[in-house]
């Protein structure tokens, strides 16, 4: 194989990595809704879902969105509010419910009261696991078709190969 030949097939391949990740990481901070196993699924429904309906449901349920911020779906909960996403799957660190329910930054929730550390932890736990929600549809389709946006569009590694003017 002459130089050129293995000049292009490098480019070729650094191209196609460059594709693949970007694909990857298409959606942003999005992670893909994991696959919900009957442990997560049982943590969720006894540990979460309680949780969520006893201390956060009155004022970011379906009958009130305090913030414009629901969390009776995670849909709804990785729209966010007027702060953004509420939540980032898999990093409780970024998140910003977990930020707020262990009272670090100016938003405290609840406002009445600090959860206790038994419920911190739960949130936590669930958050790092990627926040599974049993019956709820992926964030990123599994088929493997993304939604591009224009910014999206415009990486390096989209536009057409031209020759440089020297």
Not at 13 to 34: D, E, H, M, R, S
Not at 125 to 143: I, R, S, Y
Not at 147 to 164: C, D, L, M, R, Y
Request: proline share 9%; charged share 20%; net charge positive.
């Amino acid at each position: 194989m002459n130089r050129v030949a293995s000049r292009i097939l490098k480019t070729a391949i650094l191209g196609l990595l460059a594709c693949v990740t970007f694909a990857l990481t298409a959606k942003g901070n999005q992670a893909p809704a994991p696959a919900v196993s009957p442990q997560s699924a049982e943590f969720f429904e006894k540990k979460v879902r309680p949780l969520l309906f006893d201390k956060c449901f009155s004022c970011h349920g379906d009958k009130s969105a305090n913030g414009g911020l629901r969390l009776d779906s995670l849909d709804a909960i990785m729209k966010g509010g007027s702060n953004g996403p509420a939540m980032t799957p898999g990093n409780p660190a970024k998140s910003h419910i977990i930020k707020a329910i262990q009272y670090n930054g100016a938003l405290k929730m609840p406002p009445d009261s600090k959860l206790s550390v038994d419920a911190i932890s739960i949130l936590t736990e669930w958050v790092k696991m990627g926040a599974p929600w049993p019956g709820a549809k992926a964030t990123v389709p599994q088929n493997g078709e993304f939604q591009i946006t224009p910014e999206q569009a415009a990486f390096w590694s989209f536009k057409p190969v031209h020759k440089p003017a020297i």
